[in-house]
Structure formats: C-alpha cells, structure tokens
C-alpha cells in the first residue's frame, strides 16, 4: 500500500518539475511514505531523518514525511521534518514546497493540472501513478479498516473502511493490461470487506473479481493477478469459486493467521476462531488445490504462554504454508493492547519466532521438493546479483526461482522453467527451450 502511495506521490512531484535521482546525496527534496505497523518500521524513520538532518549544515534539502502515522508520531514528526502530509492533501503538496522556497524547481502554472484534484481518498485514487516497474503494477481497491484488532494501529493511520469505485479499479487495470503488465496486485487493508461500506452502491469482492476475471478471458495479453491482505471473517467460498474459475486470478493466497490459540485471538479482537479459519483453508484445497499459502504470525502478542506458540505451530503443520511473515509483537501507541503490559522478553520472542520459522521452512521444503522436475511457468523479476548470468523470477504462487543462463533481456517477462532443485524457501530450474520443426 504505501509504495502504491509513493508512485502516486511521485506523480505529483514530477509533475511540477522534479526529476527522480536514486542516491540521496543528489537530492534537493526527499520523503518518506511511512509505516505505523511495526516499531521498527518507524525507527528506521527516526534514523534516516537525523541524518539528513545534519546534511541541512552543508546544503539546501527540504525533507517530508507522509504515508501511515500515528498521531503521538506525528507530533514529533512536525518538529523534525519540513513537511508533513496526509494522502487525502497531496494536492496542498505543490504550495507546501514553494513556501519552503522551493519554487524555483518548478513551473508557476497549476502543478495538479494534469491530475484530478485531490480533496480526499476519492480523488487521490485517481492520480495516474508513476509505475516503479513496467511489468508489474498495486491498484489500490479499498483503504482503511473496520476490525479494530487489539494489536493494529490501522484504524487510526488509515481510517475506517472505504472502497474505490469498481469503474474505476477496471479501468485502471483495462490499461495496465494493454500496456503489457504481467502482474496486477489489488491492494487494500482489508481486500476481501470491499464493498461493504457501500451496500447497495458498490459490487462485492467476488463480484470485482468476477469482472477482472473476465476481462482476462477476453483479453489476448498474458497476466497474474492477486489481492493483498483478506481477513479470513471475510473470506467467502464465493470468492474462492472466482479464483477457481479464472486463469488469470492468480493461485496464491495470503490469508493472515496471527495466532493459532483461540483465547489469542479473541484477544487480538479477531473475530474468528480457528476452526472458521480452518474452514477456509479446505475450501481453498478443495477448489484450488494447486494454490500456495501465505500467512502472517505475532508472536510475543501480550500474555501468549509457549502452549499458545505450540498451537500455533500445530496450525502451521496442518495448513502447510508456503510462507509466512512472523513478526514480534511491539506495542503500538493508539492499538487497544498498547495499554496492556507487553510481558514477553524480547529473548523469548526470539526464540518463539525461531521456532515458527523451522516450522514454516520443513512444510515449503516438502512443498519444494515436489516440485523438483516440474515445468512451471515464470515471471522474471530481476538481475540476480549474487549469481553471474542468472535471473529471479517467481511462479504464480509467488515462490522464488533462480533461473541460470538467462541474460537480463528476459526481466519483465513469462518464461517457462524446469526446476531443477528445491531449498527450503526457495527454488532453482533452468529455461525450458522448445524445438522448432522447419520441414521442406
């Protein structure tokens, strides 16, 4: 969500003159689109700011800030960046740089122009992104959250749930496929709840998909696409009926866990058990049995015993994920379990997550190696840099393959791969070469 924020930010900012540097030291303004998830995130922030903060003793800089901030983040942000700002006043950006004697860098004219204006979310939205890759593409769907979990300062960063008009998510995507994006991700803090806060107004999840799904059957371009995050309370079968039906609905799923425990999640005010959460997972095996698994896990969440962590991999072992992002709990301000006392040291939060790890590494392994000897169709994402002549790609399912001898030219493009060894997060396989018979 937020590098889909920042590619919007970069349209604006270009738009009235700036050119994009990738080194620091060159840059006369620089932002950051910040994330209130996780304490780390926002640390790295506190970091990045006091350096270039000493940087203003040397040269011209006008630094800002914007993205998911937390009001007690943000109080201390006003007084150590230039600028702050929220995305629903993106179009105040331009004016906000001039009055910090910036004008020169830009034209006089109106830099929004060449965009919609920008009064709020609605309008946001339809600011035409600056796409960071030419064959990959995040539509923002939905934004905001109405679960108030315990340990998630969304909410209060983001607001309550609103959808983007599904005309619009069409068209966004109608271009990006005729442009010859090969992987379209339709992002939202809660993808699977669209719709809802417009009943009556708005078509639903499935339906969305439905309509994208569509509109790959009728296409002649080849591409991928996902959704990113569902909450499993809202995880329908219908909606995993339209994965089933469409190819072009990619057969990955990233359906967030947590927790494992029961007691735990209603604590993290999750509103499903395990055994709904369950209940989801053998649909998504009945329908889509190819489909790989992605999964979120805290550990560490305030008052978690070892017998709750040892649930949780029992959960892990019976779903099989192909990978999960397991995070230590840290409080954040404004999140209900931030007045609650974090109890678990960080050593043993160490050592829980360490355990989920192993977990996670023996189910993709077995995963992995089933698929030694395969064919399997490849998205090519990049130069490997660790091996010469080698590219990363990734399956449909969003597993990683390194692919030997395949020049740079084939970044941005399918490919067919054999694999030919397996680790425990990742694969390996060579291009898959067809014969060409020419008869006389």
């Not at 969500?1 to 590619?7: I, K, P, T, V």
């Not at 910040?34 to 970091?47: G, L």
């Not at 999840?205 to 499993?232: M, N």
């Not at 799923?253 to 997972?281: C, F, T, W």
Request: charged fraction near 30%; hydrophobic fraction near 40%.
């Amino acid at each position: 969500m937020n590098q889909s924020d920042s590619e919007r930010i970069r349209s604006v900012i270009e738009g009235v003159g700036f050119e994009m540097t990738d080194r620091e030291e060159e840059a006369s303004l620089i932002g950051i689109v910040a994330c209130s998830v996780r304490q780390k995130a926002i640390d790295k922030v506190y970091s990045k700011i006091h350096k270039w903060n000493q940087w203003k003793k040397e040269r011209d800089l006008v630094t800002f800030v914007s993205g998911c901030i937390l009001p007690a983040d943000e109080e201390k942000f006003l007084k150590l960046f230039d600028l702050l700002f929220r995305m629903n006043q993106l179009r105040e950006l331009p004016d906000m740089l001039r009055q910090c004697g910036m004008a020169t860098a830009f034209a006089a004219r109106n830099p929004l122009d060449s965009v919609n204006r920008v009064d709020d979310l609605t309008d946001f939205w339809q600011v035409n992104p600056s796409y960071s890759k030419s064959f990959e593409a995040f539509v923002p769907i939905q934004n905001g959250c109405d679960k108030f979990c315990s340990f998630c300062a969304v909410p209060y960063t983001r607001g309550r749930e609103v959808s983007r008009s599904s005309r619009e998510i069409i068209q966004e995507i109608t271009s990006l496929v005729a442009k010859g994006v090969k992987s379209i991700t339709l992002l939202g803090q809660n993808v699977n709840s669209y719709g809802l806060d417009r009943a009556g107004e708005e078509i639903s999840f499935a339906d969305l998909l439905r309509k994208i799904g569509e509109l790959g059957k009728e296409s002649d371009k080849d591409f991928w696409v996902y959704f990113t995050s569902p909450h499993p309370r809202d995880m329908t079968r219908e909606v995993i009926e339209v994965i089933a039906t469409y190819p072009v609905l990619a057969k990955q799923i990233h359906l967030p866990l947590q927790s494992g425990d029961d007691k735990l999640l209603r604590r993290m005010n999750r509103n499903h058990d395990v055994a709904d959460y369950m209940e989801v997972v053998r649909d998504i095996r009945e329908l889509i049995p190819q489909a790989t698994l992605f999964t979120d896990i805290i550990v560490g969440f305030c008052g978690e015993s070892k017998e709750q962590v040892e649930r949780t991999a029992e959960v892990m072992l019976d779903v099989q994920y192909n990978m999960a992002y397991i995070a230590k709990y840290s409080p954040r301000v404004g999140a209900r379990s931030a007045r609650w006392e974090d109890d678990v040291s960080n050593e043993e939060k160490s050592e829980r997550l360490a355990r989920l790890t192993e977990v996670l590494k023996r189910t993709s392994l077995l995963h992995n190696e089933s698929l030694i000897g395969k064919r399997m169709k490849v998205l090519v994402e990049r130069v490997d840099p660790r091996v010469e002549n080698a590219v990363a790609a990734r399956t449909e399912g969003k597993l990683p393959v390194r692919v030997s001898n395949v020049s740079e030219e084939a970044v941005g493009t399918f490919m067919e791969v054999e694999i030919t060894s397996a680790s425990e997060l990742s694969l390996s396989g060579n291009q898959v070469h067809h014969a060409i018979l020419i008869s006389s």
